[in-house]
């Protein structure tokens, strides 16, 4: 079991910035990449970034150039960031957490997600 905390959301005018931040704890050594998605009201969860175990990077277009995805480890736990620059009132929507283990079968975790208010 992997458990996933976010936390940083927030209100931010246009052009702003913000970090995310996901605690995960748990069985984290399972864990084969994380991410962010964010899902905006009436819309369907979507991709932001990704990063495998191994460190490799995944941007959607929409995020590259403005949103910076890092991870850092601490005992027990394993955190992940979002910094968001630049961001535009279509960047609004609650944002989460993904871990995901691919052994045995793919197991995704989520967490409850925090929400981001961009506004003009």
């Known amino acids: 079991q992997v458990q996933l905390v976010e936390s940083g959301g927030g209100s931010v005018q246009a052009g702003g910035s913000l970090t995310l931040s996901c605690a995960a704890s748990?069985?984290?050594?399972?864990?084969?990449?994380m991410g962010w998605y964010r899902q905006a009201p009436g819309k369907q969860r979507e991709l932001v970034a990704t990063?495998?175990?191994?460190?490799?990077?995944?941007?959607a277009d929409s995020a590259k150039g403005r949103f910076t995805i890092s991870r850092d480890y601490a005992p027990n736990t394993v955190y992940l960031h979002l910094q968001m620059n630049s961001v535009k009132p279509e960047d609004t929507a609650v944002y989460y957490c993904l871990g995901s283990v691919l052994s045995g079968g793919r197991r995704d975790y989520w967490g409850k997600g925090t929400l981001v208010t961009v506004s003009f």
């Open positions: 990063i495998t175990r191994g460190g490799n990077i995944d941007y």
């Open positions: 748990g069985n984290i050594i399972s864990i084969s990449f």
